[in-house]
């Protein structure tokens, strides 16, 4: 059921995105937001993001981490993650995991993404 749900929810926000005339009817009624409404610069300015993650083992064995992103995750931090990705990949292939298929960032670039943040402001402990 939730596989259906979600399949449904992406035709329509594709469609609602792709159909000038619907996506005019939403605008109209502030079901979208306006071109240019987004966040201000001093809210972009404030933001940061501070994940903690637990994991707790079969054997019982337990883990904490927390990864600290300083600028705003929407806007400022998620440009940097991706400048960060391409230099991983065009400067530091060679240190790259072999994993293969569809991956996400994490897996696909490991420990060279996770450093690079680092060293450019993010903070990472286990």
Known sequence: AATITWL????????VLTD???RSIFFGLGLLPSPG????ES????????LTAYAKGDKGGAAK???YFPHDPG??????ILIESGLAMALEAE???????????A???????LKRLVDTGCKFSI
Request: charge should be negative; hydrophobic fraction near 40%.
């Open 95 to 105: 240190a790259l995991p072999m994993n293969f298929g569809v991956m996400t960032p």
């Open 37 to 40: 409404t987004g966040p201000s």
């Open 20 to 22: 000038r005339w619907l």
């Open 65 to 67: 981490s927390t990864f």
């Open 43 to 50: 809210s972009i300015s404030d933001g940061y993001l501070h």
């Open 107 to 113: 897996v696909a670039l490991g420990d060279v993404l």
């Open 8 to 15: 449904i929810e992406s035709i329509t926000t594709i469609t």
């Open 75 to 80: 806007y400022r931090d998620t440009a940097r």
